[in-house]
Nanobody, 124 residues
Framework: QVQLVESGGGLVQAGGSLRLSCAASGRTFNSLAMGWFRQAPGKEREFVAQISRSGDNTYYADSMKGRFTISRDSAKNTVYLQMNSLKPEDTAVYYC?????????????????WGQGTQVTVSS
């Protein structure tokens, strides 16, 4: 069993930055691909970024490329999402997920474990 706890959300002005963290419990962190999704009110959960088990490969949704950076620290069992140049449309609850798949996983159903989410609000 893996438990994920997100932190780092908050209120920021457009153009600002935030760094989200997701701390994972358990000893299987290095065997899991980690991803970030987001969900705005009335919308489906949307893929943001994923990082492979080794950390060597990263994948991003097109609208996040160049603005968001996903990384992981195996020593701390933590995955991060650095978000720069934030826009009001980035406002959502951001969720951390863990997947056992080897290939890029952009669908929520491919993720086995989820955190509780952290709210990000970008004001204009």
């Amino acid at each position: 069993q893996v438990q994920l706890v997100e932190s780092g959300g908050g209120l920021v002005q457009a153009g600002g930055s935030l760094r989200l963290s997701c701390a994972a419990s358990g000893r299987t962190f290095n065997s899991l691909a980690m991803g970030w999704f987001r969900q705005a009110p009335g919308k489906e959960r949307e893929f943001v970024a994923q990082i492979s088990r080794s950390g060597d490969n990263t994948y991003y949704a097109d609208s996040m490329k160049g603005r968001f950076t996903i990384s992981r620290d195996s020593a701390k069992n933590t995955v991060y999402l650095q978000m720069n140049s934030l826009k009001p449309e980035d406002t959502a609850v951001y969720y951390c997920g863990a997947a056992r798949t080897l290939s890029p996983s952009t669908l929520p159903d491919e993720y086995t474990y989820w955190g509780q989410g952290t709210q990000v609000t970008v004001s204009s």
